[in-house]
T-cell receptor, first 113, second 113 residues
Framework: ETGVTQSPTHLIKTRGQQVTLRCSSQSGHNTVSWYQQALGQGPQFIFQ???????GRGNFPPRFSGLQFPNYSSELNVNALLLGDSALYLCASSLETNSREQYFGPGTRLTVT | AQSVSQHNHHVILSEAASLELGCNYSYGGTVNLFWYVQYPGQHLQLLLKYFSGDPLVKGIKGFEAEFIKSKFSFNLRKPSVQWSDTAEYFCAVKPGGSYIPTFGRGTSLIVHP
C-alpha cells in the first residue's frame, strides 16, 4: 500500500452529467498528478497540481478540471461526460513536481452510460 | 511528442521460464525511464527506474532492465518467473526536466504454475 487513497472506488454516470473524483496524497507529498487509463491502455497524464496550482496539463479538454487543497488532497472534475470518458482514473502523489518517484492510488473506475 | 512502444501485448509463460519485455521510445534527448507493475486488483507500483549511471538497473522482486541509448530501448528482464509475477507491466518515459511521463499501453503477463 502507498498511502494514496481515492474515492469512490466505482462510479456510474450518465452522458452529460458531471463527476467529482477525490484523492488523498501520501503524507508529506505536495504534488498530485491525475491520469486516465482506458481499458487495454496505459495511463495517460491529465494534469498535475503543486501547492494548489495546476502545474502542467496533458492533451485533455477544459471540461477536465481539478483542485488541490491546503492539505494537498485533490479533486478531479469532469463536466459534460461522454461515453469515451469511461476509464480508470488514477492519482499519484510525489514529494515534488519532478520527483524521481510517484506513488499511485488504487484508482476510481468510472463508467459512463 | 514522445511515444512509448511495448511490442508484446500478451505474454504467457510457464514458471521458471525467462522473461524479456520490450520497450522502445521515441525521444532524442535525455530521458528518465520506468517500469511499473499492476498486480490483479492492486495499484500501480514502481518496479525499477533509470535516471543516470549504470545502464543496467536492478529492481524489486528480481527484475532488471537495461537502457540501450543507441536503440532507444529499456527492456525488462527476469531470469526465472514465478506464478506471482502474473500482472500488467507498463514502461514509462519522462524527458529529462519534464514532469510528464508517457506510458506504453502495457504488457499482460500470465505465468502458469
Amino acid at each position: 500500500e502507498t498511502g494514496v487513497t481515492q474515492s469512490p472506488t466505482h462510479l456510474i454516470k450518465t452522458r452529460g452529467q458531471q463527476v467529482t473524483l477525490r484523492c488523498s496524497s501520501q503524507s508529506g507529498h505536495n504534488t498530485v498528478s491525475w491520469y486516465q487509463q482506458a481499458l487495454g491502455q496505459g495511463p495517460q497524464f491529465i494534469f498535475q497540481y503543486y501547492r494548489e496550482e495546476e502545474n502542467g496539463r496533458g492533451n485533455f479538454p477544459p471540461r477536465f478540471s481539478g483542485l488541490q487543497f491546503p492539505n494537498y488532497s485533490s479533486e478531479l472534475n469532469v463536466n459534460a461526460l461522454l461515453l469515451g470518458d469511461s476509464a480508470l482514473y488514477l492519482c499519484a502523489s510525489s514529494l515534488e513536481t519532478n520527483s524521481r518517484e510517484q506513488y499511485f492510488g488504487p484508482g476510481t473506475r468510472l463508467t459512463v452510460t | 511528442a514522445q511515444s512509448v512502444s511495448q511490442h508484446n501485448h500478451h505474454v504467457i509463460l510457464s514458471e521458471a521460464a525467462s522473461l524479456e519485455l520490450g520497450c522502445n521510445y521515441s525521444y532524442g534527448g535525455t530521458v528518465n525511464l520506468f517500469w511499473y507493475v499492476q498486480y490483479p486488483g492492486q495499484h500501480l507500483q514502481l518496479l525499477l527506474k533509470y535516471f543516470s549511471g549504470d545502464p543496467l538497473v536492478k529492481g524489486i522482486k528480481g527484475f532488471e532492465a537495461e537502457f540501450i541509448k543507441s536503440k532507444f530501448s529499456f527492456n525488462l528482464r527476469k531470469p526465472s518467473v514465478q506464478w506471482s509475477d502474473t500482472a500488467e507491466y507498463f514502461c514509462a518515459v519522462k524527458p529529462g526536466g519534464s514532469y510528464i511521463p508517457t506510458f506504453g499501453r502495457g504488457t499482460s503477463l500470465i505465468v502458469h504454475p
